[in-house]
């Protein structure tokens, strides 16, 4: 499954990949995150790897994010790996003017298991619906910050 989001955010780009590249920023945004941990000695470079754990509804759900691409300002890629489901999320912020960036979101999900499989084909905007949610709060945490 592969889709694409788009989001015009009122802030200079430098500033948009300030906050966003910021780690500790993440619980502004995306507050199903209970914590992370880097897994190596040079993290946000291509290649390094990140243990995030959020919470879905009760259930705690451990990821690995593997950065393989760092182009900033313009552009961020990296894989998620969850039970089940493969993620890969390409981020691109393109400057629009000196006060507004927009930031497109381009991702494709592979499910494993049959009961992921399941919920990728009966309910896949589900998942759309999730990254753009944590977009929009991105931009109300950027524009307030």
Request: no cysteine; hydrophobic share 40%.
């Amino acid at each position: 499954m592969k889709y694409s989001l788009e989001l015009t955010i009122d802030l200079p780009r430098d500033r948009v990949i300030e906050l966003f590249d910021n780690m500790d920023n993440l619980k502004h945004w995306q507050p199903e995150l209970i914590s992370w941990e880097h897994l190596d000695d040079h993290p946000g470079e291509p290649g390094s790897q990140t243990k995030l754990v959020y919470l879905m509804g009760k259930k705690e759900v451990e990821m690995i994010e593997t950065i393989v691409k760092r182009k900033m300002p313009e552009e961020f890629t990296a894989t998620y790996e969850a039970k089940g489901v493969w993620n890969s999320v390409e981020n691109y912020f393109l400057e629009v003017d000196e006060t507004t960036t927009t930031w497109v979101l381009g991702t494709e999900f592979k499910f494993t298991g049959l009961i992921m499989q399941l919920v990728g084909k009966l309910m896949p905007g589900m998942f759309k619906k999730q990254s753009y949610k944590y977009m929009v709060q991105f931009k109300k945490f950027a524009e307030s910050a």
